[in-house]
Nanobody, 124 residues
Framework: QVQLAESGGGLVQAGGSLRLSCAAS????????MGWFRQAPGKEREFVAA????????HYADSVKGRFTISRDNAKNTVYLGMNSLKPEDTGIYYC?????????????????WGQGTQVTVSS
């Protein structure tokens, strides 16, 4: 059974940094696109960043471009989200997700495998 497990969330002051990890298990993800989404209270889940596992091609939401970096470690089957210059509006539950669509979709409905989420809170 495929499983994704996020870690690395926490409380940080505005301007600070965090790195989230998503460990994948259960199958080979070389043909997958892996994405990060976030959801703030009362808001819809929104796309943050994604990476094609095989090619390394990435895509970012405009709101995080230049501040966040998505990467993967093939040997560890792990995807990372490095977050710098964090803002209070980055607060939310961050989810890792996977899908077999190589064109890096940004809609959450295209992703069929999800982790349980990790909380990120940025204080002002």
């Amino acid at each position: 059974q495929v499983q994704l497990a996020e870690s690395g969330g926490g409380l940080v002051q505005a301007g600070g940094s965090l790195r989230l990890s998503c460990a994948a298990s259960g199958r080979a993800f070389s043909s997958y696109t892996m994405g990060w989404f976030r959801q703030a209270p009362g808001k819809e889940r929104e796309f943050v960043a994604a990476i094609n596992w095989n090619s390394g091609v990435t895509h970012y939401a405009d709101s995080v471009k230049g501040r966040f970096t998505i990467s993967r470690d093939n040997a560890k089957n792990t995807v990372y989200l490095g977050m710098n210059s964090l803002k209070p509006e980055d607060t939310g539950i961050y989810y890792c997700a996977g899908c077999k669509i190589l064109a890096i979709p940004t809609g959450p409905d295209h992703y069929d495998t999800w982790g349980q989420g990790t909380q990120v809170t940025v204080s002002s």
